[in-house]
T-cell receptor, first 114, second 116 residues
Framework: GAVVSQHPSWVICKSGTSVKIECRSLDFQATTMFWYRQFPKQSLMLMATSNEGSKATYEQGVEKDKFLINHASLTLSTLTVTSAHPEDSSFYIC??????????FGSGTRLTVV | AQKITQTQPGMFVQEKEAVTLDCTYDTSDPSYGLFWYKQPSSGEMIFLIYQGSYDQQNATEGRYSLNFQKARKSANLVISASQLGDSAMYFCAMREGRANAGKSTFGDGTTLTVKP
């Protein structure tokens, strides 16, 4: 089946530093990937749609300069949280859609900013 | 108005019994897809089942079935013969528009606890 690998699974970083999260489609090409954010016991909130070879489409209220998305190839999308602050601490999860497999999600990244 | 509504924040079910998780949706687009996902405590999202708006029959995948009532705009998930490993959070989601539009809207989720 379709597999999406997300790395790292968890990361702790100091306030003011940047963190990069990778999302790879392992056995299929994904022209579009999605980045979500999830607070404890809450639903997923779509942050942005990552499009291969073009700029990401951000949802309203998401700072594009803070959450940098790069989708340089058909199998890799990255989310970089720049100048992280404690309020950025959250669970970030990516997904990609493959025909007849529905949406496949990465395993998520738990970010803690201290 | 919320596009996806899951009215049950938490549900309990006895092991080996069936359970129905409710989901209602709101859309004016004639083309849409409905999904159910399972999120265990580990955080990963697991795709369970899909129903297209034009599908004539209710989707089934093993112990999972989707009770699709188009007129009522409901897409309830039925889990038969519950197992302890089914304890998790379950999300209903909808994708509007053409198949490659992509973006999905999620409900708030239902936490299912299976009792031994």
């Amino acid at each position: 089946g379709a597999v999406v690998s997300q790395h790292p699974s968890w990361v702790i970083c100091k306030s003011g530093t940047s963190v990069k999260i990778e999302c790879r489609s392992l056995d299929f090409q994904a022209t579009t990937m999605f980045w979500y954010r999830q607070f404890p016991k809450q639903s997923l909130m779509l942050m942005a749609t990552s499009n291969e070879g073009s700029k990401a489409t951000y949802e309203q209220g998401v700072e594009k300069d803070k959450f940098l998305i790069n989708h340089a190839s058909l199998t890799l999308s990255t989310l970089t949280v720049t100048s992280a602050h404690p309020e950025d601490s959250s669970f970030y999860i990516c997904s990609a859609r493959r025909q007849s497999y529905g949406y496949t999600f990465g395993s998520g990244t738990r970010l803690t900013v201290v | 108005a919320q596009k996806i509504t899951q009215t049950q924040p938490g549900m309990f079910v006895q092991e080996k019994e069936a359970v129905t998780l409710d989901c209602t949706y709101d859309t004016s687009d004639p083309s849409y897809g409905l999904f159910w996902y399972k999120q265990p405590s580990s955080g990963e999202m697991i795709f369970l089942i899909y129903q297209g708006s034009y599908d004539q029959q209710n989707a089934t995948e093993g112990r999972y079935s989707l009770n699709f009532q188009k007129a009522r705009k409901s897409a309830n998930l039925v889990i038969s013969a519950s197992q302890l490993g089914d304890s998790a959070m379950y999300f209903c989601a909808m994708r509007e528009g053409r198949a490659n539009a992509g973006k999905s809207t999620f409900g708030d989720g239902t936490t299912l606890t299976v009792k031994p």
